[in-house]
T-cell receptor, first 114, second 108 residues
Framework: NAGVTQTPKFQVLKTGQSMTLQCAQD?????MYWYRQDPGMGLRLIYY???????DKGEVPNGYNVSRLNKREFSLRLESAAPSQTSVYFC?????????????FGPGTRLTVL | DAKTTQPPSMDCAEGRAANLPCNHS???????VYWYRQIHSQGPQYIIH???NNETNEMASLIITEDRKSSTLILPHATLRDTAVYYC?????????FGTGTRLTIIP
């Protein structure tokens, strides 16, 4: 049981390049999330998916697209990377049983855009 | 979601109880108080949550005031591994809003 996995762990891009961050969970969770964390700040929600086939914008969606490929996988795409997108990206999932919203987080992807 | 206010940093001696306060004076009746922590650069980890009753699990205790406008997370016997940033989050839905939290340092 690996929990939430993310690839890659590190990535350096040049301005204007594109890339996709991958996230997968093996806990049969319905909901999945993408956050970004800038230095010294808390996490900010980019997009989330309450179930397979649905996605919704979070607090900071501009410059990103997401795909909920199936129940296990939720990817985040940067179409044209900008230096302002330099950050650590965390994926999370939760099963949401009543009030119990324990989100399980992946180890993060550290992205630098030059 | 209600806004939360936490002290930016706290120290606690190893082996003592660490008491982390959180103010959430605008909390609504259907909103829960969640606590997460983030050790170094890892992903956040769930600790505990509650609505209005005090809660305890193997990691910590959560004390919520009767008016629900503030709460305290208690780590009963802090160890060096408890050094982390602790986030108090108030939410009535599946989305979590992380502030800047409290950086707790356990002193040997």
């Amino acid at each position: 049981n690996a929990g939430v996995t993310q690839t890659p762990k590190f990535q350096v891009l040049k301005t204007g390049q594109s890339m996709t961050l991958q996230c997968a969970q093996d806990m049969n969770h319905n909901s999945m999330y993408w956050y970004r964390q800038d230095p010294g700040m808390g996490l900010r929600l980019i997009y989330y998916s309450a179930s397979e086939g649905t996605t919704d914008k979070g607090e900071v969606p501009n410059g990103y697209n997401v795909s909920r490929l199936n129940k296990r996988e939720f990817s985040l795409r940067l179409e044209s990377a900008a230096p302002s997108q330099t950050s650590v990206y965390f994926c999370a999932s939760t099963r949401l049983a009543g009030s119990y919203n324990e989100q399980f987080f992946g180890p993060g992807t550290r992205l630098t855009v030059l | 979601d209600a806004k939360t206010t936490q002290p930016p940093s706290m120290d606690c001696a190893e082996g003592r109880a660490a008491n982390l306060p959180c103010n959430h004076s605008t909390i609504s009746g259907n909103e829960y108080v969640y606590w997460y922590r983030q050790i170094h650069s890892q992903g956040p980890q769930y600790i505990i949550h509650g609505l209005k009753n005090n809660e305890t699990n193997e990691m910590a205790s959560l004390i919520i005031t009767e008016d629900r406008k503030s709460s305290t997370l208690i780590l009963p016997h802090a160890t060096l591994r408890d050094t982390a940033v602790y986030y108090c989050i108030v939410t009535g839905n599946e989305k979590l809003t992380f502030g800047t939290g409290t950086r707790l340092t356990i002193i040997p």
